[in-house]
């Protein structure tokens, strides 16, 4: 597995941080581990994304938006020169119910990128169940490569 720097990593994970906005900010996202193969983050129980009385079963909205999240985190540290990226596709298969007060994890990587285009693919679980998926996804990112990169633009300062 390919690792990047800690310096490198604790940027990124300051400004994935920084960047995210509304419901993303909301999360309180925590990146656990992060490699140019596959990031993996936490999402801390929140019973505001639960939509039952007993606030134990989460909204599939909110694993979705996890997800499309930490595959754009995954491609950020496995893709150099992406000047920026958009969703193009995202599937999400949800394999049982998201019923826990558990914290969330998800793992995500790149599996394959062309000079336009990321897939992505990822894993959604309770804290402690890693065998016991709570919703798989797949993705595609439209990418622009331009003079400067994403990371290159955000460490000068640059929106």
Request: with cysteine; hydrophobic share 40%; net charge neutral.
């Amino acid at each position: 597995m390919s690792e990047i720097t800690q310096e490198k990593m604790d940027q990124i994970a300051q400004m994935w941080n920084a960047r995210g906005k509304g419901l993303i900010t909301h999360m309180a996202l925590k990146i656990e581990e992060v490699s140019t193969e596959a990031v993996q983050v936490r999402m801390p129980f929140n019973p505001d994304f639960c939509v039952d009385a007993d606030q134990t079963l989460l909204h599939g909205g909110i694993l979705t938006a996890l997800l499309d999240s930490v595959f754009g985190l995954a491609n950020f540290v496995g893709i150099e020169g992406v000047s920026t990226m958009a969703t193009l596709d995202l599937r999400v298969d949800y394999l049982r119910p998201a019923r826990s007060r558990a914290d969330v994890i998800v793992r995500a990587h790149c599996y394959r990128k062309t000079r336009h285009i990321a897939f992505n693919s990822g894993s959604i679980w309770f804290d402690n169940h890693v065998d016991d998926e709570i919703a798989r996804g797949t993705a595609s990112f439209a990418l622009t490569r331009g003079k400067t990169s994403l990371f290159e633009a955000m460490t000068r300062g640059k929106p």
